[in-house]
């Protein structure tokens, strides 16, 4: 019998053990995932600026992941996939204010003028035309048109 209590007390242990591992590493791997979304927030972030810099031609979606702020950026994100229009994600949740203001003044934008989910069309590295506040898909469906921007990459 004390075999037996021995033996499940080394076993609680080494349970106990694997348990405080598995948490380790599941934080672990929370912890390197924000990183990861960080370093792609920078990326676009450096993207921006260097298209202004490199006088580059992009369309740039700015909405918000979150839902309740932005009701129809998913639907716009959408639209673009499948129209097959290649474009930066600016996510606003990925950004200070300041960030956000500081990039929308960067490309000659009022910020106080400018609501998401939006679509910038940025020409030689010059705000060309954008589409903001956007209501209903019929209005991106149109901007796209008019600047043939299915052929931009």
């Known amino acids: 019998m004390d075999k037996i209590i021995k033996s499940l007390k080394r076993n609680r242990k080494i349970v106990l053990l694997v ?5 380790l590493l599941m934080i672990f791997k929370t912890a390197i995932g924000g990183v990861e979304k960080k370093k ?10 260097d298209i202004l810099k490199k006088k580059e031609t992009k369309v740039i979606f700015v909405g918000s992941s979150d839902t309740k702020k ?12 499948k129209q097959g229009i290649e474009y930066i994600d600016y996510d606003v949740e990925n950004y200070s204010e300041s960030e956000y203001k500081k990039m929308l003044e960067s490309i000659e934008i009022n910020p106080s003028d400018f609501g ?7 020409r030689d590295g010059r705000l060309y035309s954008n589409v903001i506040n956007i209501h209903d ?12 921007l299915k052929s931009k990459k």
């Open 19 to 23: 348990v405080a591992i598995l948490l």
């Open 40 to 49: 792609d927030a920078a990326k676009a972030k450096t993207d921006i600026s």
């Open 70 to 81: 932005c009701k129809k950026c998913k639907e716009v994100k959408d639209y673009l996939s």
């Open 116 to 122: 998401y989910p939006g679509v910038i069309y940025i």
């Open 137 to 148: 898909i019929k209005s991106v469906e149109t901007f796209i048109k008019d600047y043939e």
